[in-house]
Nanobody, 121 residues
C-alpha cells in the first residue's frame, strides 16, 4: 500500500486548506481500514486530526472538529482534508495515514511522505 498526499504549500490566514491523498495498492472501502490525517507542527509532536472509515463514517479531533472535514472519492480511491479559517498555528507537515484497529488500539501502518503546509501573511 502506498499513500501520496498533495496540496498547496503556502496559505494566508483565513484561507481554506485542502489536501488530497491518493491510495495505491489497496481500496479505501476495504473493511476494516480507516484513512486519515496526522500533522506535526514545527518542534512539536504528532497531532491526530481525524479519519474516514471504510463505510464513510468520519471521526475528528474535538479541538479541530468545528473547522475540519474529511471526505472521500471512492471512484478515484482518494480521500481529502479540508481545514477552514487557517491560522499560523496550522503550519506543519501533514501526513495521510492508514489505520487499523487492533486489540491495543489503532495502528497506523502506512503513511504518506508528508507535505509541508505554511500559513503566513
Amino acid at each position: 500500500v502506498q499513500l501520496q498526499e498533495w496540496g498547496p504549500g503556502l496559505l494566508k490566514p483565513s484561507q481554506t486548506l485542502s489536501l488530497t491523498c491518493a491510495v495505491y495498492g489497496g481500496s479505501i472501502t476495504t473493511s476494516y481500514y480507516y484513512w486519515g490525517w496526522i500533522r506535526q507542527p514545527p518542534e512539536k509532536g504528532l497531532e491526530w486530526m481525524g479519519v474516514i472509515g471504510y463505510e464513510g463514517n468520519t471521526y475528528y479531533s474535538p479541538s479541530l472538529k468545528s473547522r475540519t472535514s474529511i471526505s472521500r472519492d471512492t471512484s478515484k480511491n482518494q480521500f481529502s482534508l479540508q481545514v477552514n479559517s487557517v491560522t499560523p498555528e496550522d503550519t506543519g507537515v501533514y501526513y495521510c495515514v492508514r489505520a487499523v484497529v487492533v486489540t491495543t488500539g489503532p495502528m497506523y501502518d502506512y503513511w504518506g511522505q508528508g507535505t509541508q503546509v505554511t500559513v503566513s501573511s
